[in-house]
């Protein structure tokens, strides 16, 4: 069992950057993957970024070259630095850990706008 609480999000307008943050309640050494989604009004929910407990990183097409998803074992948390960022990137954005079964916390608002 684990319990995630995303933290982080906001408004911002375009062009701008945030740093979510995603603090686990035990230790996500040996969790096989963690991930970011995202799911905007009417749409499903979406990966956008990944990265396995081996440091494997993959991404949503829309948001390579300008999201970076890290990890940090020692602190029990994962990050997802997002840049150059896109109104159509608004969205609740949850954080997801994979180990046997998914895990999810309970999402954190970002707005994107002018």
């Known amino acids: 069992q684990v319990q995630l609480v995303e933290s982080g999000g906001g408004l911002v307008q375009p062009g701008g950057s945030l740093r979510l943050s995603c603090a686990a309640s035990r230790s996500i050494f040996n969790i096989q993957t963690m991930a970011w989604y995202r799911q905007a009004p009417g749409k499903q929910r979406e990966l956008v970024a990944a990265?396995?407990?081996?440091?494997?990183?993959n991404y949503a097409g829309s948001v390579k070259g300008r999201f970076t998803i890290s990890r940090d074992n020692l602190k029990n948390t994962v990050f997802l630095q997002m840049n150059s960022l896109k109104p159509e990137d608004t969205a609740v954005y949850y954080c997801?850990?994979?180990?046997?079964?998914?895990?999810w916390g309970q999402g954190t608002q970002v707005t994107v706008s002018s």
């Open positions: 990265i396995s407990s081996g440091g494997s990183t």
């Open positions: 997801n850990a994979y180990h046997l079964r998914d895990f």
